[in-house]
């Protein structure tokens, strides 16, 4: 892909709870937005109006969906994500940064979840996902992905130590309140992926200073979007 990807962007960011996409994705935002580049933020899920209800339900511990179900409802979230913010924000020229994309539904809802459910829910197969997700997000597949790699006891102590400075401490949601071994599959899980999409993947080590990761992000972004 040697064409300039400037305009119209879209930029996921994933990895396991706790590795700092959030933080990485505001840093990068206001580099750009310096430079005069418009940029839209967003995330999954959740990015709109009827996405913010589906988050609810999604991550509510009083559910339990089967792993079908909780696929269809990602996959409703995506589909008016894509919609009515990210294809009108590319459409105008802006650069789309996203915490979250189809990269969690396949390593959630799929390699994580056949691992751990492993007898008590029907997985999902990867070949069904991903035709999935290609159905519901058609011309916005991301150019690039920074996966914010580390291991999942750092992740999670660092989400644990969040949700103490904002107050939300004992409301882990669903996925957080599973255990350390699902995460690590979770990690596996992207690692595998950015193994096996290597033009789109960049693997970040996150256990870095935030401001190294940021640079590293930077010298990616720059040589890869900004041309
Ligand atoms: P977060 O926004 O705090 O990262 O929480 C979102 C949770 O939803 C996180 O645990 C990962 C999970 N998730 C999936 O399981 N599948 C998906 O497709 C997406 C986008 C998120």
Same mark, same amino acid.
């Given at each position: 892909?040697?064409?300039?990807?400037?305009?119209?962007?879209?930029?996921?960011?994933?990895?396991?709870?706790?590795?700092?996409?959030?933080?990485?994705?505001?840093?990068?935002?206001?580099?750009?937005?310096?430079?005069?580049?418009?940029?839209?933020?967003?995330?999954?899920?959740?990015?709109?109006?009827?996405?913010?209800?589906?988050?609810?339900?999604?991550?509510?511990?009083?559910?339990?969906?089967?792993?079908?179900?909780?696929?269809?409802?990602?996959?409703?979230?995506? =589909?008016?994500?894509?919609? @009515?913010?990210?294809r009108p924000?590319?459409?105008? $020229? +802006?650069?789309?940064l996203i #915490? /979250? !994309?189809?990269?969690?539904?396949?390593?959630?809802?799929?390699?994580?979840?056949?691992?751990?459910?492993?007898?008590?829910?029907?997985?999902?197969?990867?070949?069904?996902?991903?035709?999935?997700?290609?159905?519901?997000?058609?011309?916005?597949?991301?150019?690039?992905?920074?996966?914010?790699?580390?291991?999942? =006891?750092?992740?999670?102590? @660092?989400?644990?130590?969040?949700?103490?400075?904002? $107050? +939300?401490?004992?409301?882990? #949601? /669903? !996925?957080?309140?599973?255990?350390?071994?699902?995460?690590?599959?979770?990690?596996?899980?992207?690692l595998h992926?950015?193994?096996?999409?290597?033009?789109?993947?960049?693997?970040?080590?996150?256990?870095?200073?935030?401001?190294?990761?940021?640079?590293?992000?930077?010298?990616?972004?720059?040589?890869?979007?900004?041309?």
């Amino acid at each position: 892909m040697a064409e300039n990807l400037k305009q119209g962007s879209l930029i996921s960011f994933e990895g396991i709870e706790g590795c700092g996409k959030s933080t990485q994705i505001v840093m990068l935002a206001e580099r750009l937005r310096r430079q005069g580049l418009e940029v839209v933020i967003s995330r999954e899920p959740g990015a709109t109006a009827l996405g913010q209800e589906l988050r609810h339900l999604l991550l509510d511990p009083a559910h339990n969906p089967d792993a079908l179900t909780e696929l269809l409802l990602y996959l409703a979230d995506r =589909r008016e994500h894509c919609l @009515r913010v990210i294809r009108p924000a590319r459409i105008r $020229g +802006a650069l789309v940064l996203i #915490d /979250r !994309f189809i990269d969690s539904t396949w390593v959630y809802q799929g390699f994580a979840a056949s691992a751990a459910d492993a007898g008590s829910r029907e997985a999902v197969s990867a070949k069904i996902i991903d035709n999935l997700n290609r159905l519901v997000v058609g011309p916005d597949w991301p150019q690039l992905t920074f996966l914010l790699d580390c291991p999942a =006891r750092i992740g999670l102590e @660092r989400a644990r130590r969040r949700n103490q400075e904002t $107050g +939300a401490v004992g409301i882990a #949601d /669903r !996925f957080e309140q599973r255990h350390l071994d699902f995460h690590e599959q979770v990690r596996a899980g992207f690692l595998h992926l950015a193994e096996i999409e290597r033009e789109r993947f960049r693997v970040i080590d996150a256990q870095q200073e935030i401001d190294y990761i940021h640079d590293c992000i930077w010298q990616e972004f720059s040589g890869r979007i900004l041309g």
